[in-house]
């Protein structure tokens, strides 16, 4: 039986799109692409940590 994962991100190039035109930035689908292909250690470094900050965050509230 294969383990429950929890919390589990995807990033997809409609995303940096959407991001982009709300700050007023134009990319083509392809740039989206690249972006996320050139950033993606970078991501997930960052959504890790945010990860275990969060978790962190839940242990100090937790009474036993």
Same mark, same amino acid.
């Given at each position: 039986?294969?383990?429950?994962?929890? !919390?589990?991100?995807?990033? $997809?190039?409609?995303?940096?799109?959407?991001?982009?035109?709300?700050?007023?930035?134009? $990319?083509?689908? !392809?740039?989206?692409? #690249?972006? $996320?292909?050139?950033?993606e250690?970078?991501?997930?470094?960052a959504?890790? !940590?945010?990860?275990?900050? !969060?978790?962190?965050?839940? $242990?100090?509230?937790?009474? #036993?």
């Amino acid at each position: 039986m294969p383990r429950r994962k929890y !919390a589990v991100v995807s990033w $997809l190039p409609e995303d940096v799109l959407e991001n982009a035109k709300e700050i007023g930035t134009e $990319l083509t689908q !392809a740039e989206a692409s #690249r972006l $996320l292909a050139a950033e993606e250690m970078r991501i997930v470094d960052a959504m890790v !940590a945010a990860g275990w900050e !969060a978790i962190e965050n839940a $242990l100090s509230k937790t009474t #036993r």
